[in-house]
């Protein structure tokens, strides 16, 4: 059976943890071919699970980290990183309550033919909603494996038909102190910014995501839009999106800006650069004991190293 029938097969029915973690053959191979299973449902080019399996004891044997699970749900929505609701690790999930998600807004702007404030179902509108699972990896040294649900930011981006001075894309948090307790204190200088450049934006495996683990997302997960690029460190990943912007120069980005020795714009996930505090050549996978080598790109370096040809990568963190 092939994945993209295998997948077919189990989607109606993907809607609770357990549900979830029954699909461990699924998680199993996700660990090392996640882009071939992840992007099986829109890519025609799928591997058998036989042969799968092979590549999977192959990379084994070459001293690779052992098989992706996924994080238990539990872990996901309780370990989370949200200053807006406090820089407590389990603030957001204690917090995060009193976001108010509907209706939501997004406001489209800069260097685009169709510029607009829509709601949220008219920003999603005719998208596929597609179902993902990534690692996450934090600059911090953790990391999770989250399926995610979304759609693909590149095509939601094509609709306003960015102009050729659109180089980059900014993103914005929501600012409301009433609702966001966090923003009543200078954790960080609010709202929280993000950027990617055009080409990384519009990278298929770059997802707007809604959900997770078969639900609407939860609040401390950055309801109900957040950004996901598996291939760089979590911040990156901006939550509770009001506002993208098509500019023309790299955007402001929170922690690329607040502390500059520290975090960088492009932020791509490599062993091979340290973070002043914290080395990056290994994580902790949350819910494992032993930690596992990082690997470069986040495991994703195949489908995206060329974006970063001719870059120094130890100089753009
Ligand atoms: N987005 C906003 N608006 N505020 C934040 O504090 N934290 C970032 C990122 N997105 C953050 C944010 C960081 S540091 C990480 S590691 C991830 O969200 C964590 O995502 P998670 O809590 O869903 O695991």
């Not at 084994?60 to 992706?68: C, R, T």
Request: charged share 25%; with cysteine; net charge negative.
């Amino acid at each position: 059976m092939s994945l993209i029938d295998w997948n077919r097969q189990c989607e109606p029915e993907l809607t609770s943890e357990s549900d979830w973690m029954n699909r461990r053959s699924f998680i199993r191979c996700a660990g090392l071919f996640g882009t071939a299973i992840l992007l099986g449902g829109c890519f025609p080019e799928v591997k058998e699970l036989e042969e799968i399996d092979f590549d999977l004891e192959r990379a084994q044997s070459a001293g690779l980290p052992g098989p992706d699970q996924l994080t238990p749900l539990r872990k996901v929505t309780a370990y989370n990183n949200f200053y807006e609701f406090g820089t407590g690790k389990e603030d957001p999930a204690s917090f995060a309550h009193s976001l108010v998600t509907e209706p939501w807004t997004v406001s489209v702007e800069g260097h685009c033919e169709n510029p607009g404030v829509l709601d949220l179902d008219q920003l999603l509108e005719a998208q596929t909603v597609e179902e993902r699972i990534y690692r996450m990896r934090c600059v911090e040294g953790w990391s999770m494996v989250i399926p995610w649900q979304g759609v693909s930011l590149g095509k939601v981006l094509e609709r306003f038909k960015p102009l050729p001075q659109a180089a980059f894309v900014a993103f914005e948090t929501l600012f409301d102190p009433e609702m966001m307790v966090g923003q009543r204190y200078p954790h960080l200088p609010w709202p929280y910014l993000e950027g990617l450049r055009m080409d990384e934006a519009m990278h298929p495996l770059t997802l707007l995501a809604t959900g997770l683990y078969g639900k609407d997302l939860p609040n401390q997960n950055g309801a109900p839009l957040r950004l996901v690029v598996p291939w760089k460190y979590g911040f990156k990943g901006i939550k509770s999106i009001v506002a993208i912007r098509f500019v023309e120069k790299m955007p402001p980005a929170t922690w690329a800006n607040y502390v500059p020795s520290e975090y960088g714009f492009f932020a791509n996930v490599n062993p091979e650069v340290s973070h002043p505090r914290w080395s990056q050549r290994m994580e902790r996978r949350l819910g494992e004991i032993k930690r596992r080598r990082t690997l470069p790109f986040n495991g994703y370096g195949e489908e995206v190293s060329s974006l970063y040809t001719g870059m120094d990568l130890k100089k753009w963190f």
